[in-house]
């Protein structure tokens, strides 16, 4: 938050535990006289709205010196939030000015946006759109102020008579926080309609709304636009009729919007469903099935390397690589209780082994299997296999494990959210005692992994069990013991660190990791979560050196998350420009004329017998052509060779920027070569390979 100023007014002086002395002085005149509200207290045009005791109100809120107030500035989280639901408000008035026919659903503000649902007989076009937009313009000149009136149930439903699915959240007050978003219109507590009142005095236009909102439409400025339609069920049910929705975006100026709007297009750009069929990485085959990814020879070629760099890794790390099936019997999951946890997430049994005489009687009964979800049961009952000592552990089992979610269709996203895919699965069987350790190898081993792949920007989330006893099981001691532990690691590292109670698993506390990409965007990527609960479901244990048995404890270790959605996430995070060691063609020759191919196999066959994955463009297509058509496809290293490269016994780089190297002695080009793809280079231009 920009400033977080807190005012706490009390005999005349400021406290506050985070106060920031500038920013308050800043927005805040000298003395004030009590009661006030905040357009006294904070005249700064910044700031939008006032935390009183803890509540976001509006500016024009009455406070007293007893008050605890903070300024809200529109460029804070709440200020933003705020700024988008008004806005909402202002698209509202303007659908219901052009369109007076038209119901009001909810209007809630969303990641960097808002959104308004309304009911209508006929979608909204894009000509509509344009005049939604002029009359937005128009209602944020005219500058109504926000007025909040506080009303009866019964004058609610009177004066919004004409609003069906206005007169349902009334009704809904209190249990608002079940229907999404609805909870911006009606809190708990006492229902209120703001009133939007123009320069005149009269109220233009007003909603059943719980605010706060900004001050007037003024405050809204000129940083919004409105982004897409869409169908919306009301409430978000299916059984309900279905509404439109418009999205919109908002910001606190119209350089934000632009920086926003650039932002978008570049994802839009990077995103790697557009990618993965420009450079025919994998696809979705309809006849296969929602969800479920083929991979095609260059995406199976970077895949196998993260594979391979990553199987290498783990066997330095001391993980053993296993091999567990995708399906098992019911009876496994009942015993780790993911039939009961997670029976939605999970596809539906295959029955099987069932036999029938001929009146059709089962005369034996048969059993259902399921598609594993996780692979964890499977690696507990490798442990299990046979008895243990303290001397086998930390046992660090590892597998590429293919797993199966039944995802709603429409949950489903590219590579990021499938029905099928496979996790890069860690278990690790460890006694108590070495639990901090090890959690701190995991964690190491994590974040040098993800930087063998580019990723450098890494915060971590420590999840701790909720202070409510029916929510975790174990004992108190072993979850203050792991947390501790895990807090220690965590700190260790040097990372930034969030600490988030009542967050963890039932089951343990866990370290989640997350990544910025190239564009900012956060990704949640690793886990290491302990687990108290599958080892005392399963019965592990192992022999101490004090020869009786004593329980392990379990740290379920996801690194990449899953191969599909780690891929996906690198490949927007290059852009599809990956690394030399992952591109799929390393190195593309290209003649200046045909006569100078054979010079170029030549080097390209040094090149494939060192392992690069070099080829030749022998086609008929002019040089120009040839460049182009790899630059596209994102080859990081072109190898040009005419008349004199070939009689200097030298060869000339082209790189995905158009910057060259002319005339490297051949011997140094394959040199350098070999050292991209071993040190994992980001060859890009010139300055990347000199
Ligand atoms: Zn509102
Ligand atoms: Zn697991």
């Known amino acids: 938050m920009a400033c977080g100023g807190s005012r706490r007014v009390r005999n005349g002086s400021l406290e506050g535990s985070h106060l920031l002395e500038s920013s308050v002085t800043d927005l805040t005149p000298a003395d004030v006289e ?15 709205a006032l935390r009183v005791n803890g509540e976001l109100k509006d500016l024009a809120t009455t406070v007293t010196s007893t008050d605890a107030v ?8 709440d200020g933003l939030d705020i700024l988008r639901h008004s806005t909402a408000h202002v698209m509202a008035q303007a659908v219901q000015r052009i369109k007076p026919q038209t119901n009001l659903g909810i209007g809630p503000p969303i990641t960097d946006g808002f959104y308004y649902d309304f009911g209508t007989d006929e979608p909204f076009t894009p000509e509509d759109v344009k005049a939604i937009k002029k009359e937005m313009e128009r209602i944020v000149r005219e500058n109504q102020r926000f007025v909040r009136r506080v009303v009866s149930d019964e004058e609610a439903r009177a004066e919004l008579a004409d609003e069906p699915f206005k007169l349902e959240l009334i009704g809904l007050k209190g249990g608002a926080d079940k229907t999404e978003g609805a909870s911006v219109e009606v809190g708990a507590g006492e229902l209120t309609i703001y009133d939007n009142v123009n320069r005149d005095g009269e109220t233009v236009w007003k909603d059943l709304c719980r605010g706060p909102h900004v001050p007037n439409t003024r405050a809204i400025g000129n940083g919004w636009d409105i982004q897409r339609i869409a169908g919306a069920y009301w409430r978000g049910s299916e059984k309900n009729p279905q509404l439109q929705r418009i999205y919109g975006t908002a910001w606190p100026s119209k350089d934000e919007l632009r920086a926003y ?3 978008l297009e570049e994802a839009a750009k990077r995103d790697h469903r557009k990618l993965g069929k420009e450079l025919d990485l994998f696809s979705f085959p309809d006849e296969i099935g929602s969800g479920l990814s083929v991979w095609h020879p260059k995406g199976g070629i970077i895949r196998q390397e993260m594979e391979q760099h990553a199987l290498k890794r783990h066997r330095e790390g001391g993980y053993t690589y296993v091999y567990t099936p995708h399906i098992t019997k019911r009876d496994l999951f009942i015993q780790s209780n993911h039939l009961v946890t997670y029976k939605e997430g999970m596809f539906p049994p295959i029955h099987l082994d069932e036999e029938r005489d001929e009146n059709g009687e089962i005369t034996k009964q048969g059993v259902d299997y399921y598609l594993k979800p996780m692979n964890c049961p499977m690696h507990i009952l490798i442990y299990k296999e046979r008895g243990r000592s303290y001397r086998d552990l930390p046992m660090r089992l590892y597998e590429n494990g293919t797993v199966y979610r039944y995802e709603l269709s429409g949950a489903l996203h590219g590579l990021t959210r499938v029905r099928g895919f496979t996790q890069d699965d860690s278990h690790l069987f460890v006694t108590p005692e070495q639990l901090e350790d090890e959690a701190g190898r995991v964690l190491e081993f994590v974040l040098t992994m993800l930087r063998d792949f580019g990723l450098t920007e890494f915060e971590l989330e420590l999840s701790m069990r ?19 532990a895990l807090r220690r690691v965590a700190q260790a590292s040097g990372l930034k660190l969030t600490e988030v109670e009542g967050e963890a698993a039932f089951y343990g506390p866990k370290i989640d990791l997350k990544t910025k990409d190239a564009l900012g965007r956060t990704w949640q990527l690793s886990t ?7 080892p005392e479901r399963f019965g592990l244990e192992y022999t101490g050196p004090d020869g009786e048995k004593h329980r392990p404890v379990m740290i379920h ?15 927007e995070h290059y852009a599809g420009a990956f690394p030399v060691w992952l591109s799929p063609v390393q ?5 200046v004329a045909e006569e100078f191919a054979d010079y170029l196999d030549g080097i390209v066959d040094r090149l494939r017998a060192a392992g690069v994955r070099a080829e030749v463009d022998h086609s008929a297509d002019r040089m120009q052509k040839k460049i182009r058509t790899h630059t596209t496809q994102k080859v990081p290293i072109q190898l040009i060779a005419g008349e004199q490269d070939r009689s200097q016994g030298t060869v000339s780089f082209r790189f995905r920027d158009g910057s060259q190297t002319n005339g490297v002695p051949v011997d140094e080009a394959v040199d350098r070569i070999l050292r991209a793809v071993s040190d994992k280079l980001l060859v890009n231009t010139a300055e990347d390979l000199a």
């Open 587 to 591: 190195v593309i020759g290209i003649p």
């Open 466 to 484: 909720d202070d409510e006893k029916s929510k975790w099981i174990g004992d108190e001691e072993h979850w203050a013991m792991a947390t501790d």
């Open 261 to 263: 709007q650039a932002r």
């Open 70 to 77: 903070e300024p809200v500035t529109i460029d804070s989280p």
């Open 557 to 571: 270790r996801a690194l990449f998350g899953s191969a599909e959605r780690f891929f996906a996430i690198l490949l």
């Open 528 to 534: 290491v979560q302990i687990d108290f609960n599958l």
């Open 34 to 48: 009590f009661p006030t509200d905040g357009f006294a207290l904070f005249p700064d045009r910044s700031v939008v």
